[in-house]
Structure formats: structure tokens, C-alpha cells
């Protein structure tokens, strides 16, 4: 061979010399693996015995130099496998250094077999040297590679490294997350977080549990506008979030019972006139309760409510007596009359974007014919008044009839869902609290009994929560109205004719009527009496037990206690 003679060649070949640079930079220990020495006794079989102490070697110095390339070429490469995740393999830059140095390559091909990555001592070659730590650790993290000479261990805390899966490490989802402030009666508020698809009965169940109330499926979310004097009760299905960003900043919600909310689904007849009822089919005679219900429900169906209402004018204090139809479409108005042709019906609202409140504020502020003021307001409109459209009964069962019939004609069958749930549940129901009672009843006659003094019998019953103190009779108008005209819903007061005496303030078809309760004195002992003294009790409670399992000289039984709550 013609390089054998020329030692001094490969010293001084420019290659030669920056390839010794680049690994003398390198650790003794980087350059000792494991196929080394291997590789280079099998190339060489032939030359030990030519070869002398005094002598240099040169085929084996070359061998030496290719081999320990060799090393190098495979740890740069596997280098660049981690990096680039598998796409760059060590065959590439084997292929590149042969190319660009054919007269090397060809000896590297004489003298050194070639490694692949099946063979086996490509395999302990792979698993046995030093890794470049460093280079590890600067690869991205989305990769999440393992460098092959590290051991498949399991880690035993997996929660620990990943904060994304772990419930105390993981980062606190702040935009699913939603400030709502709900107030009560009595003007406390209470601040509650609650996720953005959290509807209005899942907030009221919150309240019931925090507040420590009795759960008896009545209480309602109600959204109340003080500036425009306007407030309506939140359906259950509604989302409190949503509700919250169409109000204005003086907006808020109160936390309040309303008994009425479903008792259409009980007693319908109640709350929807025959005459104010007209089916798309005439029918004769009355209507039964069953279809009645279904029209409304059935989306097939068009029932529509008609009948006179006052329209007050936009930008006028003056009021319009129009004959109204009320259908699934909408609400109209006829030009002429009572005709229900087309060419003689107007529209006033859509039921889809705008939902009916009832009007608080009174007669006074829009100078109203009457004290039955309800109004519709579009969901885009927050305080402008220019976009309401007030509307007033002559009555309260017409109120009552239409803006039931609003809801039922806008939501349907899911209202009727609404209502069902409690009921499902009304069986497994747990209540937090209970009203104070007795353990140990009094007789009607009130013979004295151990357990309560006779001192107690005048202030007992100031902890119950049908009694409202030293209310004005017009707040325990107000607090009846805004809990539902139900039948059977009252309240107890102190008298402010008679300072020894109390009033029941009780609903029935929503009408409100007052009882006075007077104490009767007789043997030293008093009694109150709500029939000049034919039936006598020691004391309130045993006056209310009674009044709600017989009717007595009441129009109907005590059934729902008027509640304000304190959060």
C-alpha cells in the first residue's frame, strides 16, 4: 500500500489534525468504551507479529484513529437522535463522513466492520456510554424524553410532577369562577363563588344550606331593578351568571320565598279565567283542568289569552285601553276592538328575547289606573325606560293570568320539569332546620304545663318565623304579594290599634284579609282567641297548629308561613 511508507502523511493531513483537536478536548473516560479495543484487535490479525517495540505501527495507528472517530461519531449521534426525537439517525453522519473522505472511507471499510443498530454490540454500545447530561437537559418540554442509558423506573408520585393532575398542586381555574351577591329582607347580603353553569335553584339550595334554612322547594332567586322599580323571580333552569351580566350595575338579587312560582301546576282553574281563555279550536262549555294544562304545555297547541289591558304611551304619562291577545308569537294588540282578524292585530312584544317583571314601585311613579302594574322588558335593555312596555290590570287575577300565561308560553314544557324535581325529591328531602315547637302540647282549654311557665306564653312566639313583629299593614301587604297570593299563605303581627292584641294577615284567592286576635282574660289567666273567645289558646303557637289543621272561622287553613330570612 502506498500510505504504509508515509507515516508523516496522516500526521500532517489537515483532517487528521482537527479531528485530534476536537477529541483531545474530550475526557479519557468519554473515549473508553466498551467495543473499542475489540474492534481494534479484530482488524488487525495479521500485523502483531510484523510489528516491533522500536516500531510504529501505521495501519494500526490508523486503526486506533478510526475506532476512536468511530466512538466519537456514535456518541454525537445518538446526541442528535435525543434531540431531534428520533428523525436525524447515526447512519446519516456515517454515510457524510465516507462521502467527503473517500480515502478514509475506504480504509475504515478495510479494517473496521461497519455497525448497524441490530447488531449486538451496536446495542451495548448504546447502553454503555456516557451521555452528555447537559444535553438532556435543554431539550423542550414538550418532548418529555428519556434518555435510553437511564433506567425505566416508575415514579411513585406521579400527582407530584404534573400539577396539571393534581388536586393540590393544580393552578385554581379562575374564569370558570363567578362573583354573585344575594341579599335578604332584611338588607344582609351574603357573597357566594359559584361556577358559570350554575343555575338558580342549585344557588337557592346553597343559600338553604348556608343560611341554615328549611328546604321546603319555595324559595326563588329574584332579580330586582330598584331604579326602574321592577323585579321578577328567576326561573330554576336559568343560569345566574348570565342573568347577572344583562343587569345594571344597581341591579342585584334577593334571596326570597315565592309559593306561587308553581301552584298553576296545582289548582290551574285559579289562575286562568274561562273568559280570558281562547283556544285556537272554539270549544263549548268549560274548559277541563287536564286540557287546559296541555294546551299550554303542548308546543302543537295555541292557546292565547285576551282580554282588556292599559298600555302606557311611550313618552307620555297618559294610558291606552287596548283589547290584548296574548300567544306563543307574541303579544298583540287589536286597532279595532276586540277583532282578532290580522289586518287588525298589532305586535307590543316577542316572548323570546324579553321576559315580564312586576312593577313595585306602585301607581305613582307612571301615574298607573291601577295598583296591578306588570311590565316587559327586553333582555339587551339594562336601564332605560324608553324600551319597557308598562302594561296595567284591572285586577289582580287578571295580573295573575297574564303573567303566568307569559312564562308558560315562553318556557313550555320545561317549567313542568321544573316542578317535578322537587317533587321526586320531596320523599328523600332532609330539612337543616325545623320551626321551634313544643315537645309537650297544651290542651285548647290552655291547662298550664311544667315545662313552659306561664310568663313564657306572651314572647314564645317572637321566634317563629310566621311572626313579623311590629310590622305597618301595608309591609304585610307587600311581604304577601311578593311571597305569592296562595292560598293559605299568612303571617302573624303585632296589633297597632291594640297594643295587647295581634293580627293574622291571611291570602285567599288572592285576596289579603286581616284577623284581629285578642287576649281573653278568665281565672287570672289570659288567652287568645280569634272568635271572641269561643276557642281559647295559651299562646300563639298553639293558635297557629290549630288554624292549620282546621279551618275554624278562617276562609281556609294556615298553610305557608310568610318568611324573611336573614343571611
Not at 45 to 51: D, I
Amino acid at each position: 500500500m502506498a500510505l504504509a511508507g508515509c507515516p508523516d502523511y496522516f500526521l500532517r493531513h489537515p483532517n487528521y489534525q482537527e479531528r485530534m483537536e476536537r477529541t483531545s478536548s474530550r475526557r479519557p473516560e468519554e473515549l473508553m468504551v466498551s467495543g473499542f479495543q475489540r474492534s481494534a484487535s479484530q482488524s488487525l490479525p495479521h500485523h502483531h507479529a510484523a510489528s516491533t517495540d522500536d516500531d510504529v505501527d501505521l495501519e494500526q495507528l490508523v486503526n486506533d484513529m478510526n475506532s476512536s472517530m468511530e466512538s466519537v461519531q456514535s456518541t454525537q449521534a445518538e446526541t442528535s437522535l435525543l434531540l431531534n426525537n428520533g428523525h436525524v439517525h447515526a447512519s446519516h453522519h456515517q454515510h457524510h463522513h465516507l462521502s467527503a473522505h473517500p480515502g478514509q472511507g475506504q480504509i475504515h471499510r478495510r479494517h473496521t466492520p461497519s455497525l448497524r443498530p441490530s447488531s449486538p454490540s451496536r446495542e451495548r454500545l448504546k447502553h454503555s456510554q456516557p451521555m452528555h447530561i447537559q444535553a438532556v437537559r435543554c431539550l423542550k418540554e414538550e418532548h418529555q424524553l428519556r434518555p435510553a442509558s437511564l433506567p425505566a423506573i416508575p415514579n411513585p408520585f406521579p400527582e407530584l410532577c404534573s400539577p396539571a393532575g393534581s388536586p393540590v398542586l393544580s393552578p385554581i381555574q379562575t374564569s370558570d369562577s363567578h362573583i354573585v351577591k344575594v341579599w335578604s329582607e332584611d338588607g344582609a347580603g351574603k357573597v357566594v363563588e359559584i361556577p358559570a353553569d350554575m343555575t338558580a335553584r342549585d344557588v337557592c339550595q346553597l343559600l338553604v344550606y348556608k343560611s341554615h334554612c328549611v328546604d321546603d322547594n319555595a324559595w326563588s332567586l329574584v332579580e330586582h331593578h330598584p331604579v326602574l322599580g321592577l323585579e321578577r323571580c328567576l326561573e330554576d333552569h336559568e343560569l345566574v351568571v348570565q342573568v347577572q351580566a344583562s343587569m345594571s350595575s344597581d341591579s342585584k338579587f334577593l334571596f326570597r320565598k315565592n309559593y306561587a312560582k308553581y301552584e298553576f301546576f296545582r289548582n290551574p282553574l285559579n289562575f286562568f279565567p274561562e273568559h280570558m281563555v281562547a283556544l285556537c279550536h272554539e270549544s263549548d262549555g268549560s274548559i277541563p283542568q287536564a286540557q287546559l294544562l296541555q294546551n299550554f304545555l303542548n308546543s302543537s297547541s295555541c292557546p292565547e289569552i285576551q282580554g282588556y289591558l292599559y298600555v302606557k304611551e311611550p313618552g307620555r304619562k297618559s294610558w291606552k285601553k287596548l283589547y290584548m291577545f296574548l300567544r306563543r308569537s307574541g303579544l298583540y294588540y287589536s286597532t279595532k276592538g276586540t277583532s282578532k282578524e290580522p289586518r287588525h292585530l298589532q305586535v307590543l312584544s316577542d316572548l323570546e328575547d324579553s321576559n315580564i317583571y312586576t312593577i313595585i314601585t306602585g301607581r305613582k311613579l307612571y301615574n298607573a289606573p291601577a295598583d296591578y302594574q306588570f311590565c316587559i322588558k327586553p333582555n339587551k335593555a339594562r336601564s332605560d325606560c324608553k324600551e319597557l312596555k308598562i302594561l296595567c290590570a284591572e285586577d289582580e287575577q287578571s295580573r295573575t293570568c297574564w303573567m303566568t300565561a307569559f312564562r308558560l308560553l315562553k318556557y313550555g314544557i320545561v317549567l313542568y320539569q321544573n316542578y317535578n324535581v322537587p317533587q321526586h325529591r320531596k320523599a328523600n328531602n332532609t330539612s337543616f332546620s325545623a320551626p321551634v315547637k313544643r315537645t309537650h302540647r297544651m290542651n285548647v282549654l290552655g291547662s298550664p304545663s311544667p315545662l313552659h311557665p306561664s310568663t313564657l306564653n306572651t314572647v314564645i312566639h317572637r321566634t317563629q318565623v310566621w311572626f313579623h313583629g311590629r310590622i305597618m299593614r301595608e309591609e304585610a301587604h307587600k311581604m304577601i304579594i311578593q311571597q305569592g297570593q296562595v292560598d293559605g299563605l299568612f303571617l302573624l303581627r303585632d296589633s297597632q290599634s291594640n297594643p295587647k292584641a295581634f293580627v293574622l294577615t291571611l291570602c285567599h284567592h288572592q285576596k289579603i284579609r286581616h284577623f284581629q286576635i285578642l287576649p281573653v282574660e278568665e281565672d287570672g289567666q289570659v288567652f287568645f282567641s280569634l272568635d271572641d273567645g269561643a276557642t281559647k289558646f295559651t299562646d300563639l303557637i298553639h293558635l297557629v297548629e290549630f288554624y292549620q289543621l282546621n279551618r275554624g272561622v278562617l276562609p281556609c287553613k294556615l298553610k305557608h308561613p310568610c318568611t324573611a330570612v336573614a343571611l
